[in-house]
């Protein structure tokens, strides 16, 4: 279709409202996540739509045509009061969805009258529609029906409502949302009184109608207002939900302090309630008491920037601290009723110290224990009653519990000359400039007793199984040697002095039996102190290892770290532990398996030299395991129950110790650990020998 010039010349405007109103679209779709945007997008839209309708009938070639168009037309022209009632809802903060009742019906109208409008029947808008002569294409001209004015009447109704909403809500505002406000109720405004002209009949020229132009009219209001005044960024429904919420006062002024908005718990604080005081100078004193006032809250100031980040206001903060000096107040109130309540109530001597050691403050538990009265007490000092160190000691030991609590043990006098054997926790505290220890005393009087009682009746159980084991064994011994002895009589008697003498020589090795438990025995108590020497264990442990596992057919790996340490020890009585840890991994591994001894350098406390025996054998359980270096204990037929205890006896004697660890089905570890002297490095290279 070719336009003439003066074609052109009549569509440029209306096209120019027509990328306005698309514009608008565009801008309110890109910030969808605003609540006011989208409602702003559709009335938009539907403002193009007019628009482009009105266009597209303009050109239309035959009477037919036009009234198709101008039928259309009518869908956004009814359209438009609903998108206005969603956009004004969403500007002044309330929600859009679930619609209110009274849309739904307002829809149910819209609805029915565009059925009437769209329909065949032409009498409801077009009764005498006629095309009369007229730029650019001609023009359709028809005469109102009561249809037509009752639309017409249901737009400008609606209308009001959506205008007198923002109307109100810009009045109550001020400074930057009140002139958001303006500009789009201005913007809506146009549209409707450009259509008020059109219904008189009045136009811009020849054959030009006022009502799509004015569209694009509105929308470029809208459009500077969105950036002269952010109407899509700084939403009013945000500043007034934000200064509404607020329970402490907040104002904002200029660079000159002049108020530009405040919310109403500001106009509280400065006695006028109910009231705005926008216009006036910050803080805006208004009776004699307010610096009263004042004094409850904490000022804070924030500055507002514009663009470019330059400072085009302050935000001004009043923080009630009253409310929290009172909430901190209520909560000290709660914690030292609690605290009280839990002294009250408690079994234990709980009492408070200053760093002086006097007595602050004590509970009924702890005056009981010490047999003093609460006011006997608050004049004490801690040298007072407790007996194992002295004053300057226990100063010292509460400055070194500031910050680390400590559980220790002590000995308390009560006020009638009796001991207690107690156990105390305490901690020190920092605060106000003094140092306080909060102590709470446990009597160990009773416990100490039955652990007493207990270790007796240990060791006397020690002592009936290792007078019980010595009798059997020595009667086993005594028992041979005698049958031995009777048996070279009888032969001696019968003239045969060979056999004679070989019963005496087994009399000797029984005696030599003997002779061996009683070495053990010796080497279990006091006796048998260690003979010690620098020595190098690691040219001796393959020797040491290879004879306690003659005719036992089990592989053992040893491996030595290099460089090892010596060892100040009694060699013999040391081969007589490796001997055995091995015999005992020997006999937990009767059904197969593989030995391992490993020797290294251990840094603990000081040097040692470890010598681990592992086996695979059936491994111990934990009730097993706490008895296994007690005298005569054995898991096995033939055992005698010293082997272990001895070489725990013989560990100690050198200053060391033995270590087990076993897992049930895995195997066990006997570790042996023994004093080194490092600055004497064993010459063995490290081997790995099976």
């Not at 996540?33 to 009105?54: E, K, R, S």
């Not at 805006?284 to 924030?302: H, I, K, N, Q």
């Amino acid at each position: 279709m070719e336009l003439t010039v003066g074609e052109v010349l009549f569509v440029l405007p209306y096209l120019a409202s027509l990328v306005l109103s698309v514009g608008l679209l565009l801008f309110g779709i890109q910030r969808s996540h605003i609540p006011v945007a989208l409602p702003l997008a559709a009335y938009a839209l539907n403002q193009a739509a007019w628009t482009a309708g009105f266009l597209l009938k303009s050109f239309a070639p035959d009477l037919e045509t036009k009234i198709l168009w101008d039928n259309l037309l009518f869908v956004p022209f009814l359209l438009l009061p609903f998108m206005m009632l969603v956009t004004s809802r969403a500007f002044v903060g309330k929600k859009v969805l679930p619609l209110a009742p009274g849309y739904w019906i307002l829809l149910a109208v819209i609805v029915g009258m565009l059925l009437l409008v769209l329909g065949d029947d032409r009498r409801w808008v077009h009764p005498d529609a006629r095309l009369v002569p007229g730029f650019p294409r001609g023009e359709l001209a028809y005469s109102f029906t009561p249809l037509v004015y009752g639309m017409s009447l249901m737009v400008y109704a609606v209308s009001l409502v959506v205008f007198a909403r923002i109307g109100n809500h810009t009045w109550r505002v001020s400074g930057r949302m009140k002139k958001q406000g303006i500009f789009l109720l201005v913007g809506l405004l146009v549209p409707l009184v450009a259509g008020l002209f059109t219904l008189a009949g009045v136009t811009i020229g020849p054959h030009r109608d006022i009502a799509p132009l004015s569209f694009g009219l509105g929308d470029l209001i809208i459009v500077w207002g969105v950036y002269r005044y952010r109407i899509l960024d700084l939403l009013p429904m945000a500043y007034e939900a934000a200064f509404r919420s607020i329970e402490d006062p907040v104002a904002v002024t200029d660079l000159d302090s002049v108020i530009l908005a405040h919310n109403p718990a500001y106009a509280v604080l400065v006695c006028a309630p109910g009231t705005t005081v926008v216009g006036r100078l910050f803080p805006f004193p208004g009776t004699t008491d307010l610096v009263a006032d004042f004094s409850r809250y904490d000022l804070r100031e924030s500055p507002v920037l514009g663009s470019g980040g330059k400072k085009v206001g302050t935000l001004y903060l009043f923080r009630d601290v009253s409310r929290l000096q009172k909430a901190q107040a209520e909560k000290v109130e709660v914690l030292l009723l609690r605290n009280q309540t839990l002294m009250e109530l408690s079994l234990e001597g709980i009492h408070i110290l200053d760093d002086q050691g006097n007595v602050v403050e004590a509970n009924p538990a702890f005056c009981r224990m010490l047999g003093y009265t609460h006011d006997e007490l608050l004049g004490m000092n801690v040298a007072d009653w407790d007996t194992q160190w002295t004053k300057d000691q226990l100063l010292k030991n509460i400055g070194e519990m500031v910050g680390n609590p400590a559980r220790f043990e002590t000995r308390h006098r009560r006020k009638d000359g009796t001991l207690l054997e107690v156990e105390v926790f305490g901690v020190g505290i920092q605060g106000a400039g003094h140092r306080y220890l909060y102590a709470s005393a446990r009597d160990m009087t009773d416990r100490k007793r039955i652990e007493a009682e207990a270790e007796k009746n240990q060791r006397l159980d020690s002592l009936g199984v290792l007078a019980g084991g010595i009798a059997h064994d020595f009667n086993n011994i005594l028992t041979g040697m005698n049958g031995q002895i009777e048996m070279a009589l009888l032969h001696l008697k019968a003239g045969r002095q060979e056999k004679a003498v070989t019963w005496l020589m087994n009399a000797l090795s029984a005696q030599d039996r003997g002779k061996s438990l009683t070495r053990q025995l010796l080497t279990f108590s006091k006796g048998g102190a260690p003979v010690r020497a620098p020595t190098a264990l690691g040219p001796r442990i393959q020797e040491w290892v290879d004879f306690a596992l003659i005719g036992a057919g089990i592989e053992a790996s040893i491996t030595i770290e290099p460089e090892l340490w010596t060892c100040d020890c009694d060699v013999h009585q040391i081969s007589q532990v490796v001997h055995n840890l091995v015999i005992n991994a020997r006999q937990a591994s009767a059904s197969g398996g593989r030995l391992s001894v490993h020797l290294a350098n251990r840094q603990l406390d000081g040097p040692f030299v470890t010598i681990a025996v592992s086996d695979q054998g059936t491994g111990m359980v934990p009730e097993t395991m706490q008895k296994i270096f007690d005298p005569f204990f054995t898991t096995k037929p033939d055992g005698t129950g010293l082997g272990l205890s001895v070489s725990f006896s013989i560990a100690k004697k050198h200053s060391g110790w033995i270590e087990v660890s076993s897992q049930w089905g895995v195997g066990s570890t006997f570790t042996l650990y023994l004093p080194a002297t490092p600055d004497r490095p064993d010459a063995l290279d490290p081997i790995s020998r099976q």
